[in-house]
Structure formats: structure tokens, C-alpha cells
């Protein structure tokens, strides 16, 4: 990506951290032992910890368990928001490309739904987190396949990097909420997430 370098912490529990650090590098992202932010490679996932309070919990991408598969078992399906947004009616299910991807909860939904969604996001932090979820999620036996299907992070980051004789689809995606949402709810998480680096970025949290 094009524009300032972004300086975070590169940590790893497993693995080999030079690795973390060369995937980071190719989104422009270089490791500063300053930064109170960590991008973190865990035994399970790759997260994001903000080291100099631990209370706030590491934000990370989960389709498989959690919020997100309650959301898919228990939520509201057709008659959810996003799903009215992009126009589902009854058997109508359209390709969409979600060009405000964040961590990838509009998206579940519809892909969950049965729609084919292809992700755009513009944030290297937030690219690498959600590329680590849908990875893991589409190794999962019981969603694994859906997943593939009907949910791809492209490897762009603009809508504007879009080519129309490739991408295109019936509905392209624009959270009408974003960022203001995710201020709203980092406002009840005492806004820990908020201005991440000299790149301000409003990070929805993962609970």
C-alpha cells in the first residue's frame, strides 16, 4: 500500500517471528519496540494487543466461535439490517462487494445468508487480521466450505483498485455507519482502540 509506514510492535507466541515481520512488511507495516500496540501471532490467531492495557483484551478476527456464531445460529438472518441493505428478497441473493470489509461482521452475515461477498479493506492492521479469520474459518469442518464459497478478501484496497471486468457484482457495500459506529463502540469500551498510531483508525472491537 501507498502512504506512511505504520509502526507497531510485531510479538509472536508461535512461530517464527521474522515471518510475521516479512507479511507485515509487504502491507508496509515495520515493527517498533516503542509502540505501546502490538500485532501479535498467537498459538491460534493473529491479534491485536495494546500492551499498556491488558484489560482491554486483544482484538482478533473469530467466525467460527463467539459473537459471530451466535450471530449466525441465533441472529436475525434475512431480516437483519444489512441484509435489507443490499436488497435480499425472498430467493434473490446478490453478489455483493463489501468495500467497508473492518473485521468482517456485515459480511458474515450475508455470506452466512448464502450470498457470494468479496471484502475490500484499506487497512493493513485490519487486512492481515481479517485475512488470519477467514483463513482459520475456512479450515473449520462445519463452515469451512460455505466460507470459501461465499467469502474472499480481495487482495486490493480501494474500491477504486477495482476492475470492472473481473469484480464485478450486483451490489457494492458501503457500511452508511462507518467509521461512526465503530466510534460509538469504542466509546463503551473506553475508547482504547481509537487512535491507534499517527494513522488514526476506528477499530470496532471483537466483543
Known amino acids: 500500500m501507498a502512504g506512511e509506514k505504520i509502526k507497531i510492535q510485531l510479538l509472536t507466541e508461535a512461530g517464527i517471528l521474522s515471518e510475521l515481520a516479512a507479511l507485515c512488511a509487504l502491507l508496509g507495516i515495520e515493527h517498533c519496540s516503542e509502540s505501546s500496540l502490538a500485532l501479535v501471532q498467537t498459538e491460534t490467531h493473529l491479534a491485536l494487543r495494546k500492551l499498556d492495557e491488558p484489560k482491554l483484551g486483544d482484538v482478533f478476527v473469530d467466525f467460527v466461535a463467539g459473537a459471530m456464531a451466535h450471530r449466525r445460529k441465533f441472529g436475525g438472518g434475512r431480516g437483519e439490517a444489512v441484509a435489507k ?6 430467493a434473490e441473493l446478490p453478489s455483493i462487494i463489501d468495500a467497508t470489509a473492518g473485521l468482517g461482521r456485515d459480511a458474515f452475515v450475508l455470506a452466512s445468508i448464502g450470498c457470494q461477498v468479496r471484502l475490500v479493506e484499506r487497512h493493513p492492521v485490519v487486512y492481515l487480521l481479517l485475512q488470519d479469520g477467514l483463513k482459520r474459518a475456512y479450515q473449520d469442518a462445519e463452515i469451512g466450505e460455505m466460507m470459501q464459497q ?15 471486468q473481473v469484480d464485478s457484482a450486483d451490489v457494492v457495500y458501503l457500511d452508511p455507519m462507518y467509521p ?12 482504547g482502540y481509537s487512535n491507534i498510531w499517527s494513522v488514526q483508525i476506528w477499530m470496532p472491537m471483537n466483543s
Open 85 to 90: 441493505a443490499v436488497g435480499i428478497k425472498g
Open 180 to 191: 461512526h459506529k465503530q466510534k460509538s463502540a469504542l466509546v463503551k469500551k473506553k475508547c
Open 150 to 164: 461465499n467469502m474472499r478478501l480481495l487482495d486490493i484496497h480501494h474500491i477504486a483498485e477495482l476492475n470492472p
